[in-house]
């Protein structure tokens, strides 16, 4: 993944996500890297959508990502939670419970937005959280969720 060449970082994370089993802790943390760290987008995106393919482990390091400094690989990791179903709601709920700074805790709950139950009941928790960002996050996520059973 340290290949100078787009063509074959891209291929590498792709071959990854082809190939899920086992989820080593070193090709998790080797791709995820790559979504704040490489300079080409389709690679960037690439590994997101790898990440999707580990389950919960690849979601969990997804929300990490929400902690990122880089804000596209805070809003690609963001979108790939949503996308990931119930490892992704199960991820973000975590990571909203736990993180010390305020501002993953907001990304964790717009990311939840949209994610039916899951989502909502975590979401619910935060409306008492000590940060007004969080709060508010929270509760504009769930006023905007269409159920929340």
Same mark, same amino acid.
């Given at each position: 993944?340290?290949?100078?060449?787009?063509?074959?970082?891209?291929?590498?994370?792709?071959?990854?996500?082809?190939?899920?089993?086992?989820?080593?802790?070193?090709?998790?943390?080797?791709?995820?890297?790559?979504?704040?760290?490489?300079?080409?987008?389709? =690679? #960037?995106?690439?590994? @997101?959508?790898? $990440? /999707?393919?580990?389950?919960?482990? &690849? !979601?969990? +390091? %997804?929300?990490?990502? *929400?902690?990122?400094?880089?804000?596209?690989?805070?809003?690609?990791?963001?979108?790939?939670?949503?996308?990931?179903?119930?490892?992704?709601?199960?991820?973000?709920?975590?990571?909203?419970?736990?993180?010390?700074?305020?501002? =993953? #805790?907001?990304?964790? @709950?717009?990311? $939840? /937005?949209?994610?039916?139950?899951? &989502? !909502?009941? +975590? %979401?619910?928790?935060? *409306?008492?959280?000590?940060?007004?960002?969080?709060?508010?996050?929270?509760?504009?996520?769930?006023?905007?969720?269409?159920?929340?059973?």
């Amino acid at each position: 993944l340290e290949e100078p060449s787009v063509e074959i970082r891209l291929l590498v994370v792709n071959a990854m996500r082809r190939f899920p089993e086992p989820p080593i802790a070193e090709r998790l943390a080797a791709v995820a890297n790559r979504l704040d760290e490489d300079p080409d987008h389709e =690679v #960037r995106a690439a590994a @997101a959508r790898t $990440l /999707q393919a580990y389950g919960h482990p &690849g !979601a969990l +390091a %997804l929300s990490a990502k *929400l902690r990122s400094r880089d804000e596209d690989a805070q809003a690609r990791a963001a979108a790939a939670l949503r996308e990931a179903g119930a490892h992704g709601a199960s991820a973000l709920a975590g990571l909203l419970a736990s993180a010390e700074a305020a501002g =993953v #805790r907001r990304r964790a @709950a717009t990311a $939840l /937005q949209g994610m039916a139950a899951v &989502g !909502a009941a +975590a %979401l619910r928790v935060r *409306l008492e959280d000590p940060d007004p960002g969080v709060r508010w996050r929270a509760a504009e996520a769930l006023g905007r969720m269409e159920d929340l059973a």
